[in-house]
């Protein structure tokens, strides 16, 4: 199952990659890829408010720097960390669920 989820570095959580359409799995391995990626999402609150905490330290920093040049590479190292948690957000509310045939389709939604 961990061969269908990549690790993003940039994210510090593994991704879904999945090789094939959603469609195309199983409900068995649907239901896997689920379980898994369920494990994966609720890292993604504690790895925000890690980067949060990084991102008010930087601020304070960047107030208290009187040199340009440190203070414009401190707002750049705010600007990326916040692409990272919005980035984690976006991540967050993917829902996937388990797709069947047309008469078991109730629960179809969104997709990985």
């Given at each position: ?20 359409s959603w469609e195309l ?15 994966q999402r ?71």
């Amino acid at each position: 199952m961990q061969t269908l989820f990549i690790e993003d570095k940039r994210l510090g959580i593994a991704l879904p990659k999945l090789n094939k359409s959603w469609e195309l799995y199983t409900i068995e391995e649907q239901g896997e890829i689920l379980a898994f990626w369920e494990k994966q999402r609720a890292k993604i609150p504690d790895r925000i408010k890690e980067l949060e905490k990084v991102v008010s330290r930087k601020t304070n920093d960047m107030l208290l720097e009187n040199d340009a040049n440190k203070m414009i590479d401190l707002n750049n190292e705010i600007v990326h960390l916040a692409s990272v948690i919005n980035d984690l957000n976006i991540w967050f509310r993917t829902e996937p669920v388990l797709t069947g045939n047309e008469k078991e389709d109730s629960l179809k939604r969104k997709h990985l």
